[in-house]
Structure formats: C-alpha cells, structure tokens
T-cell receptor, first 115, second 118 residues
Framework: GAGVSQSPRYKVTKRGQDVALRCDPI?????LYWYRQALGQGPEFLTYFNYEAQQDKSGLPNDRFSAERPEGSISTLTIQRTEQRDSAMYRC?????????????FGPGTRLTVL | AQSVAQPEDQVNVAEGNPLTVKCTYSVSGNPYLFWYVQYPNRGLQFLLK??????LVKGSYGFEAEFNKSQTSFHLKKPSALVSDSALYFC????????????????FGKGTKLSVKP
C-alpha cells in the first residue's frame, strides 16, 4: 500500500522567502509528526497532530515555524522568512495513534536549502 | 529529560561476522524502544521495537536487539553481517505512560554508520 509521501522532495529558496512543505500520511493514521534532521544528526521533534488537533508544538524552534492539518489528513509545515540555519531535511511520519506503542512510518523527507 | 546515546559514530565489520550497534537511553518511567535504518536518499525504515515482554526482540532482515533494563541499553545485533546491511542506524525511545499509552514523539540518537566490507 501507499506509504507516507512528502512534497517537494527538494526545495531551494532564498533567504527571506516563505516555504510550505507538505505531508500526506498513510490512510487511516490518526497521528502525524514533523521532525527536522540536520546533517550528521538524528531527527529532532518539531510538532505532532492527532486528527486535526495540534497536540504538541514544543519542538518548533521559533514563531516563524507553524504547522496545520485542517482536515485530519494532509499536513503543511510552513516556514516564514527563511534563514540559512533552516536548511535541513524535514521528515514527516504517521502512526495509527500517538497513544499506542506502535512504530511511526516515515516519508522520504524534504531537503530544504536556504541560500 | 529523555535522551538516547549512540556512542559509536561508525562501526566497521567484515561480511559474515557478527555485528553490534550500541544504544543507551535515559527516560523517566518505562521506555518503548525502536531501531530504524536509513539507506542513502531513502526515508527511515522501521527495523524492530521493544514494548514489553521478552528482552530479546527480533526484527526485519535478521536483526535483533536486547533490552537490558539495569544497563538502560538496547543494542542492535545480527549474527552474520551482509554488505547490504551498510547504512545509517538510529535508536529511538518513547516514554511509556502508566495506563499503557505512550508519549507521542520519538527521541532519536545521532545515528551510527555501519560499514560492512566484503
């Protein structure tokens, strides 16, 4: 079956521009997570949703970062006024439910480069 | 605070030899523990997990991991390494909650690069 998909796979933007990264989770998965992975590091948590409700946004680095999941399926992570330090791989994952101990399924990621 | 440590940046093994990739964790309460593998230009793929029960868990591609509560470790092992096992391996933890659920997000280690030579 279809896994988690993310688009675009690669995004190059100029400093100061806004970017929107999209995640389409596995059908039926309640929970959706956003992580950011710097080169040579493990993924770091940004935020997560159960259905359309944002449960935890403690990992968002500052108020330029926001996320939404308005219909409880597709999610968008938006970065306003991008800075070079925002360059990283942005990964999305989904799971049946955040309260279950089951694994999260990851998409291929979006590689963001801010020039 | 929860954390995961993978003390080795790289592990080198000859094909056919056993391999171990180390992981230790720190979490309040009981942990749920996971191993993921990342191949070049691919997403993270789930390998195995420990939730409860037997301390030795078996996963995909012949990998297994042993949960050791006293040493707070969850080392990944394979009896006989293949060249195709060469990849980046991540250990991760979630905090189990008292009612049987878990706190949502995963905490990852920084990863260990496994290199298997023929």
């Amino acid at each position: 079956g279809a896994g988690v998909s993310q688009s675009p796979r690669y995004k190059v933007t100029k400093r100061g521009q806004d970017v929107a990264l999209r995640c389409d989770p596995i059908s039926g998965h309640v929970s959706l997570y956003w992580y950011r992975q710097a080169l040579g590091q493990g993924p770091e948590f940004l935020t997560y949703f159960n259905y359309e409700a944002q449960q935890d946004k403690s990992g968002l680095p500052n108020d330029r970062f926001s996320a939404e999941r308005p219909e409880g399926s597709i999610s968008t992570l938006t970065i306003q006024r991008t800075e070079q330090r925002d360059s990283a791989m942005y990964r999305c994952a989904s799971s049946l439910a955040s309260s279950s101990p089951g694994e999260q399924f990851f998409g291929p990621g979006t590689r963001l480069t801010v020039l | 605070a929860q954390s995961v440590a993978q003390p080795e940046d790289q592990v080198n093994v000859a094909e056919g030899n056993p391999l171990t990739v180390k992981c230790t964790y720190s979490v309040s309460g009981n942990p749920y523990l996971f191993w993921y593998v990342q191949y070049p230009n691919r997403g993270l793929q789930f390998l195995l997990k420990y939730i409860t029960g037997d301390n030795l868990v078996k996963g995909s591609y012949g990998f297994e991991a042993e949960f050791n509560k006293s040493q707070t470790s969850f080392h990944l092992k394979k009896p006989s390494a293949l060249v195709s096992d060469s990849a980046l391996y991540f250990c991760a933890v979630r905090r189990a909650l008292s009612y049987g659920g878990s706190q949502g997000n995963l905490i990852f280690g920084k990863g260990t690069k496994l290199s298997v030579k023929p």
